[in-house]
């Protein structure tokens, strides 16, 4: 089995190394991966400069390729020119941090899998709740246990399963969540500051609501009550609940009824 792995938080990330050893038996894993972090850039791709592939080693070993652009465009690349084909599966992660909520839509991680997802591989992200000591290789064991349990039953085709982990260890996890995306929203602000110059600058900052309390199935609460959570994802945007009253309305407004 042909595997491309991938991330947002960069090549030299803790947490992709540790996917990388944890998977590496399942078939040949090539890494591909944005070469600096590029958290948060959704799913930008790079269209003002040229993307440049520059071959990785890690204490004197070939690593993977570093690619000058956005997670997205790893997979791109990693599958039209690296690979020259689609791999049978692509990996995203081990994200720092949950990407869970409305974090799923700024997400580079969640963005590289849909991407994945997009040409038709089979794609699953992999994220764990941010603590003071993160341990990756501990997530990585969590994280290739869950994944053996998804191939076994295989992914939905043209399908994202975004998995989080509750950053806690392995004989702490009290199970699996299939889950929804929590519609838990964050009060934003900006802290304001000067420069050496006098020129104000401005770091975004924000605190989470606790709606996800009230979210039995969602994401949010399957972490906070210690659980794995799988949320199926799919880039087809269209709210089709709305659909038939919205074109309804907009005829007759059309006629002037």
């Known amino acids: 089995m042909k595997i491309l792995l991938t991330n947002d938080d960069g ?6 190394a540790a996917l990388r050893a944890a998977v590496a038996g399942l078939g040949e894993v090539t890494v591909v991966a944005p070469d600096t972090e590029r958290s948060g850039v959704a799913h930008s791709i790079t269209l003002a400069h040229p993307l440049r592939i520059r071959r990785i080693y890690h204490s004197g070993e070939f690593f993977g390729y570093g690619i000058n652009g956005a997670p997205a465009d790893c997979v791109k690349l990693g599958c039209r020119e690296i690979l020259k084909a689609k791999p049978d599966l692509l990996l995203a992660g081990i994200n720092l941090g949950a990407n869970v909520a409305i974090n799923i839509l700024y997400s580079g991680t969640v963005a590289a899998a849909i991407e994945g997802a997009m040409l038709g591989v089979p794609s699953v992200a992999f994220s764990v709740a941010e603590t003071e000591q993160p341990d990756f290789d501990e997530a990585a064991r969590i994280a290739r246990r869950v994944l053996d349990g998804l191939l076994g039953n295989g992914v939905p085709a043209g399908t994202v399963l975004n998995v989080n982990l509750p950053g806690i260890p392995e004989g ?86």
């Open 172 to 257: 702490e996890v009290k199970g699996i969540r299939v889950t929804h995306q929590s519609r838990t929203s964050y009060t934003d602000f900006f802290e304001r500051r000067l420069d050496p110059w006098g020129r104000a600058y401005f770091w975004i900052t924000g605190e989470m609501t606790r709606e996800f309390e009230r979210e039995p199935d969602s994401d949010l609460r399957a972490l906070a009550d210690g659980y794995v959570s799988i949320t199926p994802l799919h880039f087809d945007l269209t709210h089709y609940a709305v659909l038939p009253a919205l074109r309804k309305r907009l005829a007759a407004e059309w006629r002037g009824e």
């Open 11 to 16: 090549i030299n990330a803790a947490g992709l």
